[in-house]
């Protein structure tokens, strides 16, 4: 089986103001004086702290991402952010089509795509979102529901270039409710299979799958343990350093 070093990658959403910044402080200091982490550390703070984040986490190995990205380099898009923008304010990572993406500003998959392909265009790896709802689960759905956004939202460039997935059960992010690691292993070994058929064995056993809902201190080496979860999309957690770092810890 093909060793992939993990990734706990932190979502702090609109959160964070320039003392937020004291949390990374901290976070930078566990990480250097505690053990050695296992894990590649990523935090995606709002577009105005990505390039603080960017030098103030460097010294400790802690790597910077946007949130989001526009599909365009450049151009009349008031309000939005380019990956070359993110690229150029010292990002390595750009999440694309998170559920609250999706949701909010009704991102389809093929939105997601583009943004993916602008990503990889900037030199950035993508963390592309994917995850179901309460009522597809319910429905019996799940797995052909994810199966279907894995086709449009990946781009074919994930073959020649890193890109990341992110499955996100979406009831379950930010509720405190988490799937069975069943449930878990479930669906990231038949996003594996999907990765593997089309990119071929090679590439596709190399992509990592990251877990994302309700990661919390209390639940994530177990979840982190699950075959073929590869790290961890982390939200309110990890607008903590003290609750980050215990993630980080847990791989």
Same mark, same amino acid.
């Given at each position: 089986?093909?060793?992939?070093?993990?990734?706990?990658?932190?979502?702090?959403?609109?959160?964070?103001?320039?003392?937020?910044?004291?949390?990374?402080?901290?976070?930078?200091?566990?990480?250097?004086?505690?053990?050695?982490?296992?894990?590649?550390?990523?935090?995606?703070?709002?577009?105005?702290?990505?390039?603080?984040?960017?030098?103030?986490?460097?010294?400790?190995?802690?790597?910077?991402?946007?949130?989001?990205?526009?599909?365009?380099?450049?151009?009349?898009?008031?309000?939005?952010?380019?990956?070359?923008?993110?690229?150029?304010?010292?990002?390595?990572?750009?999440?694309?089509?998170?559920?609250?993406?999706?949701?909010?500003?009704?991102?389809?998959?093929?939105?997601?795509?583009?943004?993916?392909?602008?990503?990889?265009?900037?030199?950035?790896?993508?963390? *592309?979102?994917? %995850?179901? /709802?309460?009522?597809?689960? !319910?429905?019996? &759905?799940?797995?052909?529901?994810?199966? #279907?956004? @894995? $086709?449009?939202?990946?781009?074919?460039?994930?073959?020649?270039?890193?890109?990341?997935?992110?499955?996100?059960?979406?009831?379950? *992010?930010?509720? %405190?409710? /988490?799937?069975?690691?069943? !449930?878990?292993? &479930?669906?990231?070994?038949?996003?594996? #299979?999907? @990765? $593997?058929?089309?990119?071929?064995?090679?590439?596709?056993?190399?992509?990592?799958?990251?877990?994302?809902?309700?990661?919390?201190?209390?639940?994530?080496?177990?979840?982190?343990?699950?075959?073929?979860?590869?790290?961890?999309?982390?939200?309110?957690?990890?607008? @903590?350093?003290?609750?980050?770092?215990?993630?980080?810890?847990?791989?």
């Amino acid at each position: 089986m093909t060793t992939i070093s993990p990734l706990i990658a932190g979502n702090w959403k609109m959160n964070g103001l320039s003392q937020s910044l004291d949390e990374l402080t901290e976070l930078a200091q566990l990480l250097t004086t505690g053990e050695a982490p296992r894990a590649v550390v990523v935090v995606c703070p709002p577009a105005t702290l990505v390039a603080a984040v960017a030098t103030q986490g460097a010294s400790s190995g802690i790597l910077a991402g946007g949130q989001d990205c526009h599909v365009n380099a450049s151009g009349a898009h008031t309000g939005d952010i380019s990956a070359y923008m993110l690229a150029d304010a010292g990002a390595q990572f750009a999440i694309v089509g998170h559920s609250e993406r999706r949701a909010d500003h009704g991102e389809t998959d093929d939105q997601v795509r583009a943004k993916a392909e602008a990503a990889i265009g900037a030199g950035l790896k993508p963390i *592309i979102c994917v %995850g179901e /709802t309460e009522a597809q689960r !319910d429905a019996g &759905q799940a797995e052909s529901i994810v199966a #279907a956004q @894995l $086709v449009s939202s990946i781009p074919d460039a994930a073959g020649l270039h890193e890109v990341i997935v992110a499955y996100e059960p979406v009831w379950a *992010i930010g509720t %405190g409710r /988490t799937p069975s690691n069943d !449930d878990i292993a &479930q669906m990231h070994a038949s996003i594996r #299979a999907r @990765l $593997v058929d089309r990119f071929g064995a090679d590439k596709g056993n190399t992509i990592r799958i990251l877990y994302g809902g309700s990661l919390k201190p209390v639940n994530a080496r177990e979840i982190l343990a699950i075959d073929n979860v590869n790290g961890g999309l982390v939200g309110g957690a990890s607008l @903590l350093a003290k609750d980050f770092y215990t993630i980080i810890s847990a791989v």
